[in-house]
């Protein structure tokens, strides 16, 4: 199934374009890491992916419906959304809980399976001990872990994340890679990262898309490499 896929997209900022004839498809049950240099608009790429930037030109799709039917649920963890403020009176706990409201409304209760998707979410980022932490206090890699958890924790058929592993060392890193291929195989999600850790990365990667510099232009997407083999695309 074609989950988001761009055709002859044209982006920039300003008067210059950053993106220019971008083409792209993501498919469902796959991993794919987004890379290129430092200043490749890989973070443009995801939010015009996501709807959040419209494009100058040409075409970008988002499903409204997974595979089952239902609405399409996104996990979107933003560059450096670990920096946020200190003061934010939240516990760890209340943080990623919140995101069990995502795929429905504010005003219900809490059910049985929201305390144990989020359990389950911060026991996987290795955050559970920590869950009644304030989130001020955390370190940087911390807060990363807990905004990861968060984004689990609404078990997304789409999961979008930007430089996920920042502040994470090599061990968490590849704990984390090893994960998101879980999360893909076993789970049945698709998972769209920003990395620059590819070589530590592609052995869980089904695909990586480079973005390369067009001659005289902006950042031409998309370089598509076949990593390990785990992926065969279906309609």
């Not at 994960?179 to 999600?189: A, C, F, N, S, T």
């Amino acid at each position: 199934m074609l989950l988001a896929s761009m055709q002859g997209v044209r982006f920039g900022y300003g008067d210059v374009p950053c993106l220019d004839d971008a083409d792209l498809a993501i498919y469902a049950g796959e991993f794919v890491a987004v890379t290129g240099p430092n200043g490749a608009a890989k973070t443009t790429l995801l939010k015009l992916l996501l709807g959040l930037l419209q494009p100058w030109k040409g075409e970008v799709r988002l499903a409204s419906r997974n595979a089952e039917g239902a609405k399409l649920g996104i996990g979107y963890v933003p560059q450096q959304i670990a920096a946020f403020n200190g003061g934010f009176p939240s516990t760890v706990l209340e943080f990623v809980r919140s995101g069990r409201f995502a795929r429905g409304s504010w005003l219900r209760q809490l059910r049985p399976d929201d305390h144990r998707q989020t359990e389950q979410a911060l026991r996987q980022m290795g955050m559970w001990e920590l869950r009644h932490r304030r989130i001020g206090e955390l370190s940087g890699g911390q807060k990363q872990r807990v905004c990861i958890a968060r984004a689990l924790a609404q078990t997304p058929d789409l999961l979008v994340l930007d430089e996920p592993t920042t502040g994470m060392d090599q061990e968490s890193r590849l704990g984390f890679y090893d994960l998101m291929r879980h999360q893909v195989k076993d789970r049945g999600r698709t998972v769209i990262m920003v990395t620059h850790g590819l070589s530590e990365a592609e052995d869980y990667l089904d695909r990586t898309v480079t973005l390369e510099r067009k001659e005289g232009g902006g950042w031409k997407c998309c370089t598509t490499t076949s990593c390990s083999g785990h992926f065969s695309p279906a309609g």
